[in-house]
């Protein structure tokens, strides 16, 4: 469904990413794994059109995507939660669900996404259509911050960081979101600090190190050489 290969990425003369590679199929759940600052914002924001990488390919469902603008990424299927959540704070729940909401594809297969699924998956958020973002908690920021990107109907779901910060039981209402997703079809890219939860819900994690991909392998993979989390995450 995605194939990246080859990203060379740069913020002005300073190079961030040297020949990133990336895989995601069809219903898969795949990780980003790696340290503070070895790319994995960065290889997002080139998937997405926010940066424009010098090299490269991003195919997307058959279709080269690398050089599109964030809109047409948008259209073409990838649904964004960013780091930081940044929801519009000016805006309403209502209005931030809707702003960038986009129809679903007639090829696309299980049932759309809609405002009312959206508040039937974040009941929370029913209760505070009218309240503005930056009237809402973080995790009422998180939840509608997945719910702005599901009503993109995407084909291929991307978090960066969309636990950080939040209280356990809101982190754990998130997985639990997340797994229905993935059991629903949804293919799902995660970047998340928390290993032992992405070991249990992913298929397949891809290990970043300085801008290049150095591994990739299942759950059982990663838990089977603890070393490997040692020495590219830390833990
Ligand atoms: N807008 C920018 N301009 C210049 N350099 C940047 C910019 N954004 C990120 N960088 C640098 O690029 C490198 C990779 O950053 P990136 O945000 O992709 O890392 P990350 O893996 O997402 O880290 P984290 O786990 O902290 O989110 C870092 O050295 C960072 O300082
Ligand atoms: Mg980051």
């Known amino acids: 469904m995605l194939a990246v290969e080859g990203l060379e990425t740069f913020y002005g003369d300073s190079q961030v990413l040297f020949g990133m590679d990336l895989r995601v199929e ?5 990780t980003l794994l790696g340290r503070n600052g ?40 990838l649904g964004l ?9 000016n805006l309403t729940v209502r209005e931030n669900l809707v702003a960038t909401a986009r129809p679903r594809a007639a090829a696309d297969v299980g049932a759309p ?26 995790g009422e920021q998180q939840m509608l911050a997945i719910g702005r990107a599901l009503m993109t109907n995407p084909r291929l779901l991307i978090l960066d960081e969309a636990t950080e910060g939040l209280a356990p039981l809101i982190r754990a ?31 397949r994690h891809t290990i970043i190190e300085k801008g290049r991909a150095v591994w990739t392998g299942t759950s059982a993979d990663l838990s089977a050489d603890p070393a490997l989390s040692h020495r590219y995450l830390g833990v």
């Open 26 to 30: 069809a219903g898969e759940v795949v």
């Open 38 to 77: 070895m790319g994995k914002t960065t290889t997002v924001r080139s998937l997405m059109g926010l940066v424009t990488p010098r090299a490269g390919t991003i195919r997307f469902c058959g279709r080269e995507i690398m050089g599109l603008a964030p809109f047409a990424v948008a259209r073409a299927g």
């Open 81 to 89: 939660v960013p780091e930081g959540r940044q929801v519009f704070p």
């Open 113 to 138: 996404w809609t405002l009312a699924r959206v508040l039937d998956l974040f009941p929370p958020l029913r209760e505070r259509l009218r309240a503005y973002g930056d009237q809402l908690s973080g």
């Open 173 to 203: 209402e998130i997985w639990r979101t997340l797994a229905a997703l993935k059991a629903a079809g949804l293919a799902i890219l995660i970047i998340d600090k928390n290993v032992a939860a992405l070991a249990r819900l992913a298929d």
